[in-house]
Nanobody
Framework: QVQLVESGGGLAQAGGSLRLSCAAS????????MGWFRQAPGKEREFVAT????????YYTDSVKGRFTISRDNVKNTVYLQMNSLKPEDTAVYYC?????????????????WGQGTQVTVSA
């Protein structure tokens, strides 16, 4: 059974930083691309960032480019999301997810396993 467990969420001030982690188990972590998504109250879940299985390729939604960095450690079976220069509009529940492909993916339908989510709140 595949499990994804996020951690690292919390409260930050605008301009501050947070680092999210997602520990994976139950499948060969290094064979699959990973992604981060977020869902704000009253809004649909949206793509944030993705990283290929090897870690060599990443892709971000425009609103976080230059502020967020996705990375992975295939020895620790963990994917990270470093969030800098946080804005109040980054407030959301953040989810990590795993695809069944080694290539980067941005569509929600490409992801077959999801974590439970971690809350990120950014105050003005």
């Amino acid at each position: 059974q595949v499990q994804l467990v996020e951690s690292g969420g919390g409260l930050a001030q605008a301009g501050g930083s947070l680092r999210l982690s997602c520990a994976a188990s139950g499948r060969t972590f290094s064979s699959y691309s990973m992604g981060w998504f977020r869902q704000a109250p009253g809004k649909e879940r949206e793509f944030v960032a993705t990283i290929s299985a090897s870690g060599r390729t990443t892709y971000y939604t425009d609103s976080v480019k230059g502020r967020f960095t996705i990375s992975r450690d295939n020895v620790k079976n963990t994917v990270y999301l470093q969030m800098n220069s946080l804005k109040p509009e980054d407030t959301a529940v953040y989810y990590c997810a795993s695809t069944n492909s080694e290539l980067i993916r941005t569509r929600i339908s490409a992801y077959d396993y999801w974590g439970q989510g971690t809350q990120v709140t950014v105050s003005a």
